[in-house]
Structure formats: C-alpha cells, structure tokens
C-alpha cells in the first residue's frame, strides 16, 4: 500500500465514522471540517521536516510561500 493509499483510507475511515455517530443530527460544513482538521497536523509534520525553514516548506507544499505564512498564522503555528 502506498502513502497516497493510506492517506485516503485515514480519511475515509475517519469520514466514515464520523457519519455514523451523528445519532440523527444533520452534518453542516463537513468540507471546511475535514480541511481544517488535516491543514494543521500536515502544516505542522512538513514544517519540521523542512526544519523550518518556510520556503523549503512551500516548496514541498507546492504551494507559494505568503500562502504557506497565512496558513501558519490561522492556525497559529509559529515558524521563523
């Protein structure tokens, strides 16, 4: 199975269960839910592996560096 694999089925299981315990009530902004829960940790694990080093850290992103500076300040990670 590869990391792309795997990834995936976290996701999966977890969406999975996180609609069979809502016990009736009604999923709201489940989109903004799953992105915020996996921004952080994937923000945080790719920081330190670019041993914080902001423009290393974008660049395995594939995203622009300001971008990756505002992802950090919403939330509230601190990487100089």
Do not use: S, W
């Amino acid at each position: 199975m590869n990391q792309e694999h795997d990834i995936h089925a976290c996701v999966h299981a977890a969406l999975t269960r996180y609609f069979e315990t809502l016990d009736g009530e009604k999923p709201v902004a489940v989109y903004n839910m799953v992105l915020r829960r996996v921004e952080r940790p994937m923000l945080q694990v790719v920081m330190e592996r670019a041993g914080g080093n902001q423009t290393l850290a974008a660049e395995i992103l594939g995203i622009n560096r300001n971008t990756l500076r505002k992802k950090l300040t919403e939330h509230q990670l601190a990487y100089k």
